[in-house]
């Protein structure tokens, strides 16, 4: 399984980006797909995540800027990101939780990350 992430850049702060994040190989269900981001000296965190049923949940940070939508072949989850700030500066990296034709039970795959720089 190979997640593939693209649409990071270089912005100025109060403009867009869209990210995608297409997962490929032994595919079986896919069930919650997400974005992780970590900014530099910073852990982590959860940006966005959607369930196999469309439900949503974004961390505090990034509510009612950010969507999180899943393309309609299900294996793709985009992140609209709007009104940009400095702080969203970070490398986003997609998730996905995943059961192959493989595996009896789910497994967390990640995607390479790819760099978002807002300058203010």
Known sequence: VQLQASGGGLVQA????????????????????????????????????????????????????????????????YLQMNSLKAEDTGVYSCNARIRTHITLSPMNYWGKGTQVTVSS
């Open 14 to 77: 109060g403009e867009s980006l869209r990210l995608s994040c297409v997962a490929s190989g032994s595919i079986n269900t896919i069930y919650d797909m997400g974005w992780y981001r970590q900014a530099p000296g910073k852990q982590r965190e959860l940006v966005a995540f959607i369930t196999s049923g469309g439900y949503t949940n974004y961390a505090d940070s990034v509510k009612g800027r950010f969507t999180v939508s899943r393309g309609s072949g299900k294996n793709t989850v």
